[in-house]
T-cell receptor, first 113, second 112 residues
Framework: EAGVAQSPRYKIIEKRQSVAFWCNPI?????LYWYQQILGQGPKLLIQ????????DSQLPKDRFSAERLKGVDSTLKIQPAKLEDSAVYLC???????????FGPGTRLTVL | GQNIDQPTEMTATEGAIVQINCTYQ??????LFWYQQHAGEAPTFLSY????GLEEKGRFSSFLSRSKGYSYLLLKELQMKDSASYLC?????????????FGAGTRLAVHP
């Protein structure tokens, strides 16, 4: 079974630029999560999708971050414009309806200069 | 509010046993997870507890006491490859859905 795919793996941008991350969850997983993990900290939930609907985006900085999950499969997370404090690893995870376990992708390491 | 505490760092010797503690405070506790995360990699699932008691899976065991808001992860027969961060995560049920809240992680260094 293929795991959660994310791209790019690494991205370096300057502040005020825009960036987008892509995630392809495990086939059949209805729930998809985006997390932000700052160095030395645990993952922090940004947004949770159930199929293509948003369940929780209470911690998403909506003035600069946006996310969508078209057709309930792939998802993109966008930051526009980026700030220095957005430097982090952005993790995507998916979860099947049959279990309570989230499966994580390899993450995208973002550096904002 | 929600709070998860675990030690920042631990060291242990190859072949030994180590216990990583986690205490939590949440309003809608609905299970506790332990994840392993090697440097630069994604977290991988280790264990899940929703009822009190010990869950054993090979060299790894996890314990939960809901009344005390306490869990631990026990690693036996430590190997060098066990050097990683161990994340305690609580599933919190709020406003009709579950979400995972992660602790900051415990960085374990196993030395010969």
């Amino acid at each position: 079974e293929a795991g959660v795919a994310q791209s790019p793996r690494y991205k370096i941008i300057e502040k005020r630029q825009s960036v987008a991350f892509w995630c392809n969850p495990i086939s059949g997983h209805a729930t998809l999560y985006w997390y932000q993990q700052i160095l030395g900290q645990g993952p922090k939930l940004l947004i949770q999708f159930q199929n293509n609907g948003v369940v929780d985006d209470s911690q998403l900085p909506k003035d600069r971050f946006s996310a969508e999950r078209l057709k309930g499969v792939d998802s993109t997370l966008k930051i526009q414009p980026a700030k220095l404090e957005d430097s982090a690893v952005y993790l995507c995870a998916s979860e099947p309806e049959t279990t309570d376990t989230q499966y994580f992708g390899p993450g995208t390491r973002l550096t904002v200069l | 509010g929600q709070n998860i505490d675990q030690p920042t760092e631990m060291t242990a010797t190859e072949g030994a046993i180590v216990q990583i503690n986690c205490t939590y405070q949440t309003s809608g506790f609905n299970g506790l997870f332990w994840y392993q995360q090697h440097a630069g990699e994604a977290p991988t699932f280790l264990s899940y507890n929703v009822l009190d008691g010990l869950e054993e899976k090979g060299r790894f065991s996890s314990f939960l006491s809901r009344s005390k808001g306490y869990s631990y992860l026990l690693l036996k027969e430590l190997q060098m490859k066990d050097s990683a961060s161990y994340l305690c995560a609580v599933r919190d049920y709020d406003r009709g859905y579950n979400k995972l809240i992660f602790g900051a992680g415990t960085r374990l260094a196993v030395h010969p």
